[in-house]
């Protein structure tokens, strides 16, 4: 990677691709769903005729899960149809590939963090039709960058959520909540991961590698640390205070198991990522990307939503703080 390389991500409107895209600035183009669906072979190979990119960041995927385990189609199209016309058509055209992958291509029977060389066994569709897709990749560019992540959060559109933005939309309503603490992964913030990618291109890393915040922790450590920051962060008279939001609210532990899903997810998919950290490649703790991105939230100046929208690719719907003012809401009080 140099000064004469030149990105096209696709899927830009979604959490990795804003946050590539911010990163990248002028180095890219930035293909939303509306620009390109990776399925459609036909249109991949026009768009890399067109922009001629010397590198291709796949940030698109059918991120959906309980969807994708119902609906196969969704998970097929954008998990293994697309990332396989990817890689035929970079290969074709001589352009490098970044692939995205998942966590969930593991079963969680463990209490160790996966490495690159543990056997994936996915529980659920969405991972299966990830680990098809990252299988194609490698099968057709061996030389590809596949990295999976987990847990990822960080700028989405109006319509979008995470889990962070989940935690803080709880908290306002009445009563306590409930979260599980027997469900663990490695919470991701999308523009560490976003940077991480880069690094390992910087080092001319091909192949498989995982890469997320640095640390392993349950979903009640995450709501805690979510709501703890908050209540940090709104304490200074920069921050947004909304008068019904009670950070304070208590979180009590729970199971997964009492929250049905359509999709089973592995109880454990935290990741090894000592193989990139041997090339010199290593993502923040995950305390300090939740910390980064909830200050970012609730402060009024320099929030990352004015940062991202800077940035935003064209097309997509503005990043959007749910804790930006509504109906009803005062915008910046003290109170
Ligand atoms: N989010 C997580 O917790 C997580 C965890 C582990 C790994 N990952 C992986 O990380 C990568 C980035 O995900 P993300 O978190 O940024 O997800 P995201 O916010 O859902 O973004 C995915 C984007 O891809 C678009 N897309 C879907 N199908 C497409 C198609 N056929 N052609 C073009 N664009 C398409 C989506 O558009 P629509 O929204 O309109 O469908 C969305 O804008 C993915 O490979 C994902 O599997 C994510």
């Not at 200050?295 to 009024?300: E, H, N, P, S």
């Not at 800077?310 to 097309?315: D, I, S």
Request: aromatic share 8%.
């Amino acid at each position: 990677m140099n000064e004469s390389t030149t990105f096209l991500i696709t899927g830009a409107c979604g959490m990795l691709g804003r946050a590539m895209t911010g990163l990248l600035g002028t180095q890219t183009t930035a293909l939303t769903f509306a620009d390109l669906d990776i399925t459609n072979y036909a249109a991949v190979a026009a768009a890399l005729n067109r922009y001629r990119p010397t590198t291709l960041i796949n940030c698109a995927a059918a991120t959906d899960v309980d969807r994708c385990e119902t609906d196969h189609a969704y998970a097929d199209a954008g998990n293994t149809t697309g990332p396989r016309a990817l890689a035929e058509a970079c290969a074709a055209h001589k352009v490098e590939m970044v692939h995205v992958s998942t966590d969930f291509v593991f079963d969680g029977a463990t209490e160790v963090p996966y490495t690159e060389k543990d056997e994936p066994r996915p529980v659920n569709y969405y991972g299966l039709s990830k680990l098809r897709g990252e299988e194609a990749v490698r099968e057709l560019m061996p030389q590809a960058l596949v990295v999976r992540t987990s847990w990822t959060y960080g700028p989405v559109g109006l319509a979008g959520t995470n889990f962070p933005l989940k935690v803080l939309e709880w908290a306002r309503r009445p009563g306590p909540l409930r979260v599980a603490t027997d469900q663990f992964g490695s919470p991701t913030y999308a523009p560490h991961l976003a940077a991480g990618i880069l690094e390992l291109l910087e080092m001319n890393a091909t192949g498989l590698f995982h890469l997320a915040g640095d640390g392993c922790a349950s979903r009640w450590e995450v709501a805690h640390e979510t709501l703890a920051t908050a209540r940090t962060v709104t304490a200074d008279p920069a921050a947004f205070r909304l008068a019904d939001i009670d950070f304070t609210v208590p979180i009590l532990p729970a199971a997964a198991i009492d929250f049905p899903a359509p999709a089973p997810r592995p109880a454990f998919s935290c990741l090894d990522c000592g193989k990139a950290a041997r090339l010199g490649v290593t993502l923040p703790p995950w305390q300090i990307g939740l910390a980064l991105y909830i200050t970012g939230l609730l402060r009024k100046h320099d929030s990352a939503v004015d940062i991202w929208d800077r940035h935003l690719p064209a097309g997509c719907a503005p990043t959007q703080s749910k804790f930006a003012a509504g109906p009803g809401e005062t915008k910046g009080t003290t109170a």
